[in-house]
């Protein structure tokens, strides 16, 4: 039950993941949650260390995209400033949204990684369409968590992580 939330990796900061380690891993894509993800709601517009990591991947030729459980309208709106292909209303835990942007760019599952800052659903989806994660952690800490109880959840799943796979720690980089 609890593998079900595990991700591959656990990195303390997703601008430390260059494309050399991506590619090192044989990730051709990087799929990624939006919200305290790639920005927070104190920063819409993403950090200075946000676009110079995706200048990186882009001057490597690894796509980055936006894979969010939001509608349409919203996640539009959020990624403008990133300008940032998107898939909305992915339906995480659940993984269709990371399949069918895998199947439409017609990538294997070991050439994609999912990174986000949700066991519950971002690493969760990730396990379910067989593709590899990065849990990062959360941008802020004041998040746009919706109940008291996702939190709490979120919370036992760690500590049932911790007890299961003592080895998943946070990492600086992939090849730690
Ligand atoms: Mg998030």
């Known amino acids: 039950m609890i593998e079900k939330f595990k991700p591959t990796w656990m990195v303390n900061s997703i601008y430390r993941v260059s494309p050399e380690q991506l590619k090192a891993q044989g990730i051709r894509?990087?799929?990624s949650?939006?919200?305290n993800t790639l920005?927070?709601?104190n920063n819409p517009n993403g950090t200075q260390e946000l676009r110079d990591w995706m200048m990186s991947l882009k001057a490597a030729g690894i796509p980055l995209i936006v894979i969010s459980n939001n509608s349409h309208r919203r996640v539009e709106r959020a990624v403008a400033p990133l300008?940032?292909?998107f898939v909305s209303r992915a339906l995480k835990p659940m993984s269709f949204g990371i399949t069918r942007a895998r199947m439409r760019l017609g990538l294997e599952k070991d050439e994609v990684v999912m990174v986000g800052d949700q066991l519950l659903t971002d690493v969760a989806a990730a396990n379910t369409a067989g593709v590899r994660s990065i849990l990062v952690r959360p941008l802020v800490a004041s998040d746009q968590w919706n109940t008291k109880f996702n939190r709490i959840m979120e919370k036992q799943v760690k500590r049932a992580l911790r007890n299961n796979y003592p080895a998943l720690t946070w990492q600086e980089e992939l090849n730690d």
Request: charged share 15%; aromatic share 16%; hydrophobic share 60%.
């Open 39 to 41: 920005i927070a709601w």
């Open 29 to 31: 894509t990087v799929f």
């Open 33 to 35: 949650d939006l919200d």
């Open 83 to 85: 300008n940032l292909p």
